[in-house]
C-alpha cells in the first residue's frame, strides 16, 4: 500500500493590484467637488427682462376736507321730515323740511302709505355701493361699516321723503291742522344739502395743525332722525359753493418738492380718481403741510371729513430696469466730420502716422459709432489710442482725440454674450430707474440684460 504524501499548503499574499477605474473615478469625483464649490463661492449672473411700466415715489398723505359749510338749526321743538336728498342741489327758498310740534302731522304720515318705490338708477345706486364696500372692506378699516350703513339710509330716507312734502300738503288741507304746531321750512339760500355733522364745519386752514390729523376721537353724526328734537338743534348742512380745499400733512422732502409748484396731480385712494389740483405748500410750526384747491368733485366727497390723497410728484412712464443693472463705459467724443468711410465700406477714422523716417500718412482705424447727437460721434475708447491726429484729408485741419465721455448703460444678453447699451433715465427712485424707449443703440421691451452688472464686462459670454 503506498504511503500518502504529506502535502503543505503555503499561502502567499499576492501585491495589490492598481485599479484604474477607481483612480479615474475618485479624479473626476474630486474635480466635480472643486467645481461644486466653486459654485457655491462664486456669485451667480441672473437676468432681468426689459418691461414697459410707470413708477412713481410713495407720496400718500392724509387729507382734511374743507369746504365752505353752514350748520342750519331749528327755531322749533318737534318731528323733523324732509324733503331734500342728501347732496342734492336746491334753490333759495326753496322747502328743505317741517318741523311739527304736535306730532300729529308726523304721526299721519307714519300711518299713511307714501309711495318710495326704487327705480332703475336708486337700485344701481345701492348695488354700486354695496359691491364696492364688499370689495374694499378689511377688517383693518371696521370704521368704514358705519360709512356704509349712514349710505344705505341716507338712500333709504330719501325715497321715503321724496314724495314727502306732497303728502303733507294734503294732509293738511284734508284734516286742517293748525300752523301754529307744523312749519315748513325754507332755505335762506341757494346751495348743496348734506345731513352729515362732524362738528368741524368750522375748521379753517388757519387753525389746522399736526394735531388735527388724529383721527381716534372723530366722529361722525346722522342729522336726520326719526326722534323728537330740541330747539336750537342741527338738522342739516348747506354748502354754498362746489370749490373745496384738502389740507394734506407733507414730510420735509415732499415739502421741498412741492414749494415751487402751483398745480399737481392727485389721486384720491378711497375711489382712485386723478384729478390735477392747485397746490400751495407752507410750513407751521415746524411741521410742513399743503393746500390743495379744487373746484369740482366736491359731490363725490361730501360726506367725507378724513381722506388719503397721493401725490404726484415723481412719476414717469417708460422701460423699467433695476439699478443694480447699470453701469458706465468711456467713448472719445470726436467732430462729425472726422467720423468717414473707407473704400471698403468700413467705417472709423484716420489718423497720422509717422514711419522710421520721419514721413507721415494716414491711417484708417475701423471703429462703430455708439451714439450721434448730430453734432458728434461717440466711438470706443479702446477703438484708437489717446493723442491719437485724426485728419478728414492729408494736409487738412486735424484733431486731436483726449475728451471720453463716461456714458450709461445695461449689458444686453439677448445673443449669449454681453453687449453695452446706452441708456436715457428719465426717472429713478431707491431700487429701478425708468429710461426712454427707442433710443440708438439703447434697449426695447423684453430685451434680457445682466441683472448685476458688476459681474461682467463687455464681450464675457454667457451662455
Not at 342739516?236 to 412741492?258: D, G, H, N, R
Not at 468717414?340 to 468700413?346: F, L, P, S, T, V
Amino acid at each position: 500500500m503506498a504511503r500518502k504524501k504529506n502535502v503543505v499548503s503555503i499561502n502567499r499574499r499576492l501585491p495589490a493590484r492598481f485599479d484604474v477605474g477607481t483612480f479615474i473615478f475618485a479624479v473626476i469625483f474630486l474635480i466635480l467637488a472643486i467645481q461644486f464649490v466653486v459654485y457655491l463661492s462664486k456669485e451667480h449672473i441672473s437676468f432681468y427682462e426689459v418691461t414697459e411700466k410707470s413708477i412713481a415715489d410713495d407720496n400718500v398723505c392724509q387729507g382734511i376736507i374743507l369746504r365752505n359749510e353752514k350748520v342750519i338749526s331749528t327755531e322749533k321743538e318737534g318731528y323733523i321730515s324732509y324733503y331734500v336728498g342728501d347732496g342734492e342741489r336746491i334753490g333759495k327758498n326753496a322747502p328743505v323740511y317741517s318741523v311739527d310740534g304736535s306730532g300729529d302731522i308726523y304721526e299721519l304720515l307714519a300711518s299713511e302709505e307714501v309711495e318710495s318705490s326704487l327705480g332703475k338708477k336708486d337700485w344701481y345706486e345701492m348695488r354700486s355701493d354695496i359691491s364696492k364696500f364688499r370689495k374694499d372692506y378689511t377688517d383693518s378699516k371696521y370704521s368704514t361699516v358705519m360709512d356704509f350703513k349712514y349710505d344705505i339710509e341716507n338712500t333709504m330716507l330719501e325715497l321715503k321723503n321724496i314724495n314727502m312734502l306732497k303728502k303733507v300738503r294734503s294732509i293738511l288741507k284734508e284734516n286742517g291742522k293748525s300752523v301754529n304746531m307744523f312749519e315748513i321750512v325754507n332755505s335762506e339760500e341757494s346751495g348743496i344739502v348734506s345731513y352729515c355733522f362732524d362738528g368741524m364745519e368750522n375748521v379753517t386752514r388757519e387753525n389746522i395743525d399736526e394735531k388735527s390729523f388724529d383721527k381716534t376721537k372723530y366722529k361722525r353724526t346722522q342729522l336726520r332722525s326719526s326722534q323728537k328734537i330740541t330747539s336750537g338743534s342741527a338738522v342739516y348742512k348747506m354748502i354754498s359753493e362746489e370749490a373745496w380745499q384738502v389740507i394734506v400733512q407733507l414730510t420735509e422732502s415732499q415739502y421741498k418738492k412741492t414749494k415751487e409748484k402751483e398745480r399737481i396731480n392727485i389721486t384720491f385712494i378711497k375711489d382712485n380718481l386723478s384729478v390735477t389740483a392747485g397746490i400751495e405748500a407752507y410750513k407751521k410750526n415746524d411741521h410742513y403741510f399743503a393746500c390743495l384747491s379744487l373746484d369740482k368733485y366736491m359731490i363725490q366727497y361730501l360726506n367725507d371729513r378724513y381722506i388719503e390723497v397721493e401725490l404726484s410728484i415723481n412719476a414717469a412712464a417708460g422701460l423699467k430696469i433695476p439699478n443694480s443693472s447699470i453701469t458706465t463705459r468711456s467713448f472719445y467724443k470726436i467732430p462729425k466730420d472726422y467720423y468717414r468711410e473707407n473704400k471698403q465700406g468700413d467705417y472709423g477714422v484716420y489718423s497720422e502716422e509717422y514711419n522710421d523716417d520721419g514721413e507721415s500718412s494716414l491711417v484708417f482705424s475701423k471703429a462703430e459709432k455708439f451714439y450721434d447727437d448730430g453734432t458728434y460721434i461717440y466711438i470706443d475708447a479702446e477703438a484708437i489710442p489717446s493723442g491719437s491726429v485724426l485728419q478728414k484729408e492729408k494736409g487738412e485741419k486735424s484733431f486731436v482725440v483726449a475728451e471720453t465721455v463716461d456714458m450709461e448703460g445695461v449689458y444686453n444678453v439677448n445673443r449669449g454674450y454681453c453687449i453695452f447699451k446706452r441708456i436715457q433715465k428719465i426717472y429713478e427712485n431707491s431700487d429701478y430707474t425708468i429710461v426712454e424707449k427707442e433710443t440708438m443703440n439703447g434697449i426695447s421691451t423684453f430685451d434680457h440684460i445682466v441683472l448685476n452688472a458688476s459681474l461682467v464686462k463687455d464681450g464675457d459670454i454667457i451662455y
